[in-house]
């Protein structure tokens, strides 16, 4: 086979799974900002792909030929009902894979989600059911993020930032930050701050300074912006 077929081949074919991977993160990312606040402005999307504005612009404006967003310049960009499916079946995709890793290969936590953000636009809607089966529907993984069922909808917990929690009372873990800091999530393991762990804050230092944790006996002090970063479910004051 001449090599330079061969070659011209597969370059198209990486560019066409590279716009419909595209497709897929524009849509995550529109969909994870307009949880913050919406409608989602395009240089607040920039920010999030880590592009210029007219990157960003442009490939919205292509989200809107495809009907996956309604867009108006100055005013910004929402998802259609189509591309919020098509967003909550991605994560529900990654949350599932991140899972998945885990338990049946063994991954570290902090080693997931890097894993999920590629196998996420590959697999098959047969493959995603297999592994939810296996996993016997589960409906958080394993950052404490939860899980979009089939129809779309997410439990729903009520949290609030371990931050907050007020010195003497105790909180377990619910959620901790699902991205690709690797050293923050290996940092947390090994303080114990994981989803389901039950945490005594003990000290709460004035003037915005360092939260004292007991975690499984043992005292830590963490700064307020990790506390931050760790939500918890709602406490009770007192042992
Ligand atoms: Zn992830």
Known sequence: MPQIDSL?????????????QAIEDYVKTIYALAQEESPVSTSRVAAARMVKPASATSMIQRLARLNLVNYEKHYGVTLTAAGEKLALEVIRHHRLLELYLMEALGFRWDEVHEQADILEHVISEKLEERIAAALNHPTFDPHGE????????????????????????????????????????RYLAGLGLVPGAEVLVAEVAPFLGPLTVEIDGARHAIGRNLADMVLVEKWAVGQ
Not at 8 to 20: A, E, F, P, V, Y
Not at 159 to 182: E, M, Q
Request: proline content about 9%.
């Open 8 to 20: 011209d081949r597969g370059g198209s074919q990486q560019r066409d799974s590279l716009s419909h």
């Open 146 to 185: 939860p899980i979009p069922a089939l129809d779309g909808t997410m439990p729903v917990v009520d949290t609030t930032a371990l931050a907050d929690v007020p010195a003497g009372a105790r909180a377990r873990v619910s959620r901790v930050p699902d991205d690709s800091n690797s050293e923050l999530l």
